[in-house]
């Protein structure tokens, strides 16, 4: 019997990480200790959620393996040049993207955890990319979506978009509103900023997501949304198929 999807609701305190096997060609510094816990995956299209951690370290420089986005949930760290230069940093509260192909290293000092969501196309190849420059981006927490209001009141802007087409990040805005059940159309990762989104399922009770937490849709997960007046959300959409 094929169970229809549901929401998944992340809660890294409650999530027990396993430990990773490591190969120390992939790190310019000693090895570090990294755990991780996988929440969803599509092995199909490459997509993989879930909380990672790890200890000091330095990764060996070379392209970012895909396309992927991050929220830090604990320490800090910065991609960098082959040269030292810093491409950008991020410390706890943070959302991250990474663009796949970007010529960096990861750079690190004392403990991280992260959620994760990563799009690694089986059927693609990396690009040999000359440059990092615009491969990382730290979004402002701070900053409202540029443009207008769409039919439904929402204010969407886009804030990364994978070269594929394929994985889309979008800072929302909401009015006060519900929606009737409908399918979600891609693979959506929410982190909730502000306010909260309560997510009812055909046959499950109403779940509220307040401002701080995560939660991952499925492809074609079903359920009617209701959202408070100035409802802040950041969208991770895979459309790959």
């Given at each position: ?61 070379g392209p ?16 960098v040049d ?31 955890r992260k ?127």
């Open positions: 019997m094929t169970h229809a999807p549901q929401p998944i609701r992340i809660d890294p305190e409650t999530i027990d990480l396993r430990p990773l096997d490591l190969d120390p060609a992939g790190f310019q510094s000693p090895l570090p200790v990294q755990h991780y816990s996988l929440i969803y995956e599509d092995a199909a299209i490459g997509l993989a959620v879930g909380i990672w951690d790890t200890t000091t370290m330095q990764e060996a420089f970012y393996p895909g396309d992927e986005y991050i929220t830090v949930l604990d320490g800090g760290f910065a991609m082959a040269a030292g230069g810093t491409l950008a940093a991020a410390q706890a509260g943070d959302s991250v993207t990474f663009r796949n192909g970007a010529p960096s290293s990861w750079k690190q000092k004392g403990y991280l959620v994760y969501l990563t799009l690694q196309d089986p059927k693609g190849t990396t690009p040999a990319l000359a440059s990092a420059k615009g491969g990382f981006c730290v979004l402002d927490r701070a900053r409202a979506p540029q443009g207008s209001p769409d039919a439904d009141g929402v204010t969407r802007e886009v804030v990364f978009r994978n070269d594929a087409g394929t994985m889309t990040v979008t800072l929302c805005v909401f009015p006060a509103r519900i929606l009737p059940p409908a399918p979600c159309p891609s693979h959506r990762l929410i982190r909730v900023l502000a306010g909260a989104i309560t997510l009812t399922g055909p046959a499950t009770p109403p779940d509220r997501f307040d401002a701080g937490t995560h939660v991952f849709l499925p492809k074609g997960t079903t359920c009617a949304w209701e959202t408070g007046a100035g409802t802040v959300a950041i969208f991770v959409d895979v459309t790959a198929d």
